[in-house]
């Protein structure tokens, strides 16, 4: 289920997060230890990013357009997560530059922080394999609904 800011917070879940991604824990996230294998959350983070980037107004099914590509991404786990537990996935824009941006997300569940992450996307021309400025629009969207620095 999609959270907006409204329900993130009512959540209790700080921070001035855009949106969100409320789900449950799958048999087939654990790994032999019967906790959520790490590479989860990396799709986790995925799923969430490609739903707050279309609705942010990036167009992914138009190729010749310049698209964001992920440069780097990181993740920092805090507890442990198992099979049947709640949990939000949250994000935000942090950081705007010039054909650069940084997206911030936490993984929350019964009122602990589990997992933090963070990726810098890189707005790229797919054909030219290069970096393109990010568009005007995009920046303003960023730094006025996100709070993002630049």
Known sequence: MIWDKKKIQDAGI????????????RYSDLDTYDHVNNKVYHTWFENLRIIYLSNSGFDFKNKSNPMPVVRTASIEFNLAMFLGEKYTTVIRCSKVGNTSFDLD????SEQKLKA??????VMADLVAGKPVPLNNKLRELFITRDIASY
């Open 14 to 25: 700080e921070g001035n997060w855009v949106m969100g991604l409320h789900d449950f824990v």
């Open 105 to 108: 997300y936490e993984v929350h």
């Open 116 to 121: 933090i992450g963070r990726t810098k996307i």
